[in-house]
């Protein structure tokens, strides 16, 4: 990891009242560290075991966007944008930028904190379901290699079968929450 990416991840968070040292314990970003992840590209990967449930990091929104504000993003802001309702999108920074998807993800986000889904071995790669706040529908070829994989990621947490729907609707942001709902009242629209 580059020094300048380094020294400004181990200031991404708040200081944490838990360790009497001061250290910044709420980024926790000492504990991941962004590598090559193979045909993904670079991904965040633990430097050390997690525990089921244990928080990973802080996710960081390096600036927030509207739709008509898409157009004025980069490529490479667009390969790193978060829905945060239906028309506000974040783009992230590292290493939370750096997080690929898994059909069978290692992690989840709540808000902006990640945590993990499932233990998590020392040098394992970190993953989220990018279906979990996506909407639009867009398709992509999956490269996550898991045992469900279909091989194409849809962008949208309606197209994921009812039971992970369930599953994960905890874990959704509150838009996709409110709409889930909807659709169980109303039945289908968006």
């Known amino acids: ?6 020294a400004r991840w181990r200031n991404a968070g708040p200081r944490s009242s ?23 590209g670079l991904g965040v990967f633990a430097r050390r075991p997690f525990a089921t449930g244990e928080f990973i990091f802080r996710r960081r929104h390096v600036r927030v966007v509207d739709g008509a504000g898409l157009d004025s993003l980069t490529a490479e802001e667009r390969m790193h944008l978060c829905e945060l309702d ?15 998807h898994s059909c069978e993800p290692s992690a989840m986000r709540s808000g902006v904190k990640v945590f993990a889904w499932r233990d998590i071995a020392a040098g394992e790669e970190v993953t989220v379901d990018y279906r979990l706040n996506a909407f639009d529908g867009e398709r992509w070829p999956c490269a996550c290699g898991s045992a469900t994989c279909a ?18 609707l905890a874990y959704a942001p509150a838009f996709i929450r409110a709409e889930w709902r909807r659709r169980r009242r109303d039945g289908p629209v968006r």
């Not at 990891?1 to 380094?6: D, F, H």
């Not at 838990?18 to 993904?40: C, F, N, Q, T, Y």
């Not at 091989?151 to 994960?168: I, K």
Request: charged share 25%; with cysteine.
């Open 18 to 40: 838990k360790h009497g040292s001061g250290r910044l314990a709420a980024s926790m970003i000492d504990d991941v560290e962004v590598r090559a992840a193979g045909s993904k």
């Open 151 to 168: 091989g194409t990621v849809v962008g949208s947490f309606f197209a994921l079968p009812e039971d992970r729907q369930r599953t994960f």
């Open 1 to 6: 990891m580059p020094p300048r990416l380094a």
């Open 86 to 100: 239906w028309d506000r999108f974040a783009v992230l920074g590292p290493p939370g930028c750096y997080l690929n």
